[in-house]
Structure formats: C-alpha cells, structure tokens
C-alpha cells in the first residue's frame, strides 16, 4: 500500500514516465523532489517491490518494527505532497 501511495501521489504531481523508477526520476530532474525526497521515495518503492514478489522478497525476518518504520517514512512523505483527488 505505500508503495501505491506513492505512485498515486506521482500521478497527482503529473509525473512522467512508464513506470515509478521513471516518475521519480522525473520529479528529481524537474526539482520537485529533493535529494532527500527521491532517495525516501526510492526506498519505499524497494520496500513495495519486495512486498510485491513474496518468493523473493528478502523479508523473512520483517517485524513490526520494521513495518512501523516504513509506514512512518511514507507518511512523513506523502503529507508533503498533494493527494490525488477521491473520486
């Protein structure tokens, strides 16, 4: 799910590009995203993707602690940027 939010707050930013590697490189070069936010938004896409692909997530050993963690860095990003509209 942060991974979505993610994607979908990419979207709301009318960022380019074919998949969310590209949207968030797209961001950095246009100079909405800082350092701080492309690095933060590439590691949440990582964690998506290996909660994506359950065979080889590398997240056996995941806790809640873990979990928490993500979950806070996706909120402290997303309240940043815009929501996209609910329809």
Avoid: Q, T
Wanted: glycine content about 4%.
């Amino acid at each position: 799910m942060v991974r979505r939010a993610l994607e979908n707050a990419c979207d709301a930013m009318n960022a380019k590009g074919r998949n969310l590697v590209d949207k968030v490189k797209d961001l950095a070069v246009r100079k909405i995203f800082d350092e701080h936010d492309a690095a933060a938004a590439s590691a949440m896409r990582i964690f998506g993707n290996y909660g994506a692909h359950p065979n080889d997530d590398l997240l056996d050993d995941a806790d809640d602690h873990l979990a928490e963690l993500a979950l806070k860095i996706a909120e402290r990003f997303l309240k940043k940027f815009p929501h996209p509209a609910k329809p």
